[in-house]
């Protein structure tokens, strides 16, 4: 089912994911493809091991402490949701459609605290923000990094995961029949690193997947939140 150890990811395997997307049918399927449901229920083994990995990577740079309060924005499903959890019980979550993700913190009895509006946060709350592959999807990003710079504790970080879009990741979306969808992304990482270094966010690590010796798909950025000038 799951491993639950706390030193690794906690993953939730196809059939929970089956499980709970098959609970509740209110939404549409354009809105399950833009929450990427297929994707973690691909059949392809590569395509899903690789937005693991993603998480493996963003749990590695988060270097969570259990006093840490942590948002992640974009829930989505609440896959990531257990593994937080389980390091800190100060977890926050975000998203236009929580249904998914507040049903699974119900079954596994996690108190994680969703929010309706980022605006309604007190400011400097969180030690960190993880945005894991949904910043590509707005259209104004540099109005949300503002509510996150005023969210983050100085010196908080800020953890980003994005695609490349570049010629591999096309053609990969391509094999994984994804190739309409494209729409759903009005950025790539690069356009999204360029708009966080822009607004005085400070770039301290970066990973990039799946391999380095391949044009990358995705790159997972860690970000530090400078204090604010006195």
């Not at 990811?9 to 354009?30: A, C």
């Not at 096309?170 to 994804?178: E, H, I, K, N």
């Not at 799946?210 to 990358?216: D, G, T, V, Y």
């Amino acid at each position: 089912m799951e491993n639950s150890q706390k030193s690794s990811l906690i993953r939730i395997d196809k059939t929970d994911i089956i499980h709970l997307v098959n609970q509740d049918n209110s939404l549409s399927k354009e809105i399950t493809d833009e929450m990427a449901v297929p994707t973690y229920l691909h059949n392809n083994p590569l395509i899903t091991w690789l937005f693991w990995r993603r998480y493996e990577e963003i749990l590695r740079f988060a270097r969570l402490q259990e006093s840490d309060h942590v948002l992640e924005f974009g829930c989505g499903l609440g896959v990531f949701l257990p593994t937080l959890y389980a390091r800190t019980k100060h977890v926050y979550a975000i998203d236009l459609f929580p249904s998914y993700a507040q049903l699974l913190c119900r079954q596994r009895q996690m108190d994680v605290q969703f929010i309706e509006n980022l605006e309604n946060c007190a400011e400097n709350q969180f030690d960190l923000v993880i945005a894991a592959d949904v910043m590509e999807h707005l259209d104004q990003p540099q109005d949300y990094y503002a509510l996150f710079q005023s969210r983050i504790k100085p010196g908080g970080r800020l953890i980003l995961s994005g695609p490349t879009e570049n010629y591999l990741y096309r053609f990969g979306r391509f094999l994984a029949g994804y190739s309409g969808k494209i729409h759903y992304h009005r950025n790539n990482i690069y356009g999204l690193e360029r708009i966080a270094r822009e607004m005085g966010f400070i770039l301290k690590d970066k990973s990039i997947l799946p391999f380095r010796f391949l044009p990358p798909l995705f790159n997972i950025l860690l970000f530090e939140n400078p204090p604010k000038p006195k």
